[in-house]
């Protein structure tokens, strides 16, 4: 059982930044994609940014150039630098892996392990 736990949220103004972090128990599978979800209120859940284990990376349209996906093998963390925040990224944050599975990275179809989430609020 493969455990994640984010940390990092908080509040800030628009134009400020978060960095997110989301640190996994032991995992051992040789191939993965690890990424961040964000959850509106109201609305289903969205993929904002993932990384392969070979180091891939995708990102949604709404935060390109703005949000840096990055991973620490030798500490088994996912870290999410998100500058020039909008009151628009709002919302609950979650990390989540996969080993496998046919979805495009940034669906949530085939992602098996969720950390509870860390909620990131950017005021106008």
């Known amino acids: 059982q493969v455990q994640l736990v984010e940390s990092g949220g908080g509040s800030v103004q628009a134009g400020g930044f978060l960095r997110l972090a989301c640190a996994a128990s032991?995992?051992?599978?040789?191939?993965?994609?690890w990424a961040w979800f964000r959850q509106f209120p109201g609305k289903e859940r969205e993929g904002v940014a993932a990384i392969d284990s070979g180091g891939a990376t995708g990102y949604a349209d709404s935060v390109k150039g703005r949000f840096t996906n990055s991973k620490d093998n030798a500490k088994n963390t996912l870290y999410l630098q998100m500058n020039s925040l909008k009151p628009e990224d709002t919302a609950m944050y979650y990390c989540?892996?996969?080993?496998?599975?046919?979805?495009?990275?940034?669906?949530?179809?085939?992602?098996?392990?969720w950390g509870q989430g860390t909620q990131v609020t950017v005021s106008s």
């Open positions: 032991r995992y051992t599978y040789t191939y993965y994609w």
């Open positions: 989540a892996r996969r080993t496998g599975g046919t979805s495009k990275p940034l669906s949530d179809s085939d992602y098996t392990y």
